[in-house]
């Protein structure tokens, strides 16, 4: 399972990184979500993952080595509520920008580096 | 009595309360604005409790929910967190009045003021928590609250500022989240104190270094180091001046402060390596920063430069990792927050003269407003270090920090780069105080300066309130000095921050 993991998370990474280099607004917007949910899937994967084990102990007290460690799990739900939140901002960002500077390419949003 | 007041949690109750109120009276903005200056009126109050309080008694510990650390939530303040609460009270508090005569009645309506006090909130919160994650989250809220402010009022530059801000600083938490999840993997731990111990005691210590890498990432986005800075000068001169001021004062502070906080308390376990690389990259901050408002004819956009070139100086502090070098750059924080806002703040009076801040369109600053010119002189000038203002002090501590350890050639390259920041700041002198203003200008000039004054007081007093903190830590130094010797004493030896935060 680790290795599939793995794999999955070094696609992610390279999505992400390959798609918010691209000039594409859209392009961009789909980018920044998957970076959000690589680094919480990654976040999630080095806290340890243990099969088949809820993150509780049992009333006659199940062995430790069973347990999932609920510390990544909590990280992680905090991770996700915050990420989303920004992605929304993010859109509502972009349709904006796309809305009153009239452009979908990155290249176009120059005027605050020219120096006049 | 007063050992009953809860100074480590006032400061956040204090603001969030202010939030919360600003929220029930959405529609007031008058309201809105009194309450907003009451909660960091009360904020800046709190902050010299805290100080008061942490000088006294020592590094001060609230355990939140009674969960003992390091399985709750801990806030901790030692003199360095102090000293930054205490100098964002003053900066809020600065701005708070100044806004009320800078930000449109259009941007107040739609929350200028509630976004103002939860920014604030998560900048205190980062100073003073005690737990990585919980830094990330802290930071989260100030960030977001940022986004908000960065693009309050949609004109097309702060649009295209803010996607830019936006993104990069998006970017910036993912590297800090993935870091925090390489040290929850190596260590087990997430309270700074018991990482400072599971880090020592850790076998492997090279792979220490990657995690360290990821927050010097993560961090150095949001502090503006080189090569990592190209999204500041590119954001922060499009949103009005409160706004700017505010976010050059303070937000890529708190990016230094976590990179301080984290470098002496955790990553200590390989200074050779993790201190050069620091070294090396605080050299071309200073240098390409400098470089680059060089080239400006704006002047928000030099500031904006010249905020990167400053962040280079107490990068400097931190690499050279000695106590006078670490207080140096403490000294040089307080030094530079005071002075690089207060220079916006009087870009924005300059502006109010005919509505520009390109320099070629601006002029005459000198002869019809002394008042303003005299202003920028003490934060200009101590900015570029000129004795006896408090930047020369600040670089002439990290320049003998430096000769103490031999490393030469930084010595050199900041004093090379104090050379450039007088050239920039003489270069506004020149064309916006001295040189007359252009003729096709002359007739949208407003105000004279008694008008100036009467119309924009509460502008003016904020900006003079800075100019004579200035000169308070420019001639009596040594209070400011011996206090940073004492946080950075605390800084370098973490077994204070550890015996405080997890009692035997």
Known sequence: MNLIISLILGILFTASVFLMFQKSFFKLIIGVILFGYATILFLFAVGGLTKNAPPLISENGMEIEKMADPLPQALTLTAIVISIGVQVFVIVLLRKVHADVGTEDLDDLNATDRID | ?504
């Open chain 2, 1 to 504: 009595m007063i050992h009953q007041i809860p100074f480590v949690q006032l400061p956040l109750w204090v603001l969030i309360t202010g939030f919360v109120f600003c929220i029930l009276f959405w529609r007031y903005s008058k309201i809105q604005e009194m309450i907003a200056t009451i909660s960091v009126g009360l904020y800046l109050l709190a902050g010299i409790g805290l100080l008061v309080s942490v000088y006294q008694n020592g590094i001060q510990v609230l355990q939140v929910g009674k969960w003992a650390a390091p399985f709750g939530i801990t806030l901790v303040a030692d003199l360095f967190s102090a000293i930054m609460v205490l100098i964002s009270g003053v900066l809020a508090f600065t701005i708070t009045c100044y806004s009320f005569q800078d930000i449109s009645a259009e941007r107040k309506k739609y929350g200028f003021y509630p976004v103002l006090l939860i920014m604030m909130f998560g900048v205190c919160g980062s100073f003073l928590t005690g737990d990585v994650f919980n830094l990330y989250v802290w930071f989260e809220v100030m960030l977001v609250a940022s986004f908000v402010l960065i693009v309050l009022g949609n004109t097309k530059p702060q649009l295209e500022g803010a996607v830019k801000y936006v993104i990069l600083s998006f970017i910036s938490s993912g590297f800090v989240l993935t870091g925090i999840g390489i040290l929850y993997n190596i260590t087990g731990a997430l309270n700074m104190a018991e990482l400072s111990i599971a880090i020592s005691e850790c076998p492997d210590k090279k792979l220490l270094s990657i995690p360290a890498v990821f927050f010097f990432m993560g961090f150095g986005i949001k502090a503006a180091l080189f090569p990592l800075f190209s999204w500041l000068p590119a954001s922060y001169p499009t949103p009005p001046i409160s706004i700017g001021g505010l976010m050059a004062g303070l937000l890529t502070k708190v990016g230094v402060y976590a990179l301080i906080r984290f470098f002496t308390l955790i990553f200590t376990h390989d200074v050779a390596l993790t201190h050069s690389v620091l070294l090396i990259a605080s050299g071309l901050t200073m240098f390409f920063g400098v470089l680059g408002a060089a080239a400006q004819n704006d002047f928000r956009k030099i500031l904006s430069f010249h905020i990167v070139s400053q962040i280079g100086y107490m990068v400097m502090g931190l690499a050279l990792f000695t106590p006078l070098a670490l207080a140096g750059a403490i000294y040089f924080l307080i030094h530079n927050i005071l002075a690089k806002t207060n220079l916006f703040l009087i870009s924005g009076i300059v502006k109010e003269t005919n509505g520009y801040f390109n320099l070629s369109k601006l002029g005459g600053v000198y002869k019809n407003f002394p008042l303003v010119s005299v202003l920028f002189v003490v934060s200009a000038f101590s900015l570029a270090g000129i004795p006896p203002l408090s930047g020369f002090w600040g670089k002439f501590i990290l320049a003998k920090a430096g000769f103490e350890s031999e490393q030469y050639f930084i010595v050199a390259v900041s004093l090379l780069v104090g050379f450039l920041t007088l050239f920039s700041m003489s270069k506004i002198w020149l064309k916006a105080f001295w040189s007359p203003m252009p003729e096709a200008e002359k007739k949208r000039i407003k105000y004279n300066s008694i008008s100036l004054f009467k119309s924009k007081y509460f502008m003016v007093l904020s900006s003079i309130f800075l100019a004579l903190l200035t000169m308070f830590i420019s001639f009596y130094p040594d209070y400011l000095i011996s206090l940073s010797e004492k946080a950075a004493v605390q800084l370098l030896n973490p077994e204070i921050y550890i015996n405080a935060v997890l009692p035997k």
